[in-house]
């Protein structure tokens, strides 16, 4: 008896594709949530960590 039609489908790398379509909409959507509830915070958040790696040279 060979067990090659159990290996076939377990090395299917084909993936689940309507898996990481859900996992790619659900993350843009927190992304979306996120920067429109903290978007002023989030800027400046990065513009002071700018500024202090590049001073007065301007990045």
Do not use: H
Not at 4 to 16: I, Q, V
């Amino acid at each position: 008896m060979t067990w090659d039609w159990l290996r076939n489908k377990y090395d299917d790398e084909s993936g689940d594709v309507p898996g990481w379509v859900l996992i790619v909409l659900m993350t843009s959507a927190l992304v979306v949530a996120i920067w429109g509830v903290a978007r002023e915070r989030l800027v400046a958040i990065v513009e002071g960590a700018l500024s202090s790696v590049c001073g007065d040279l301007g990045c």
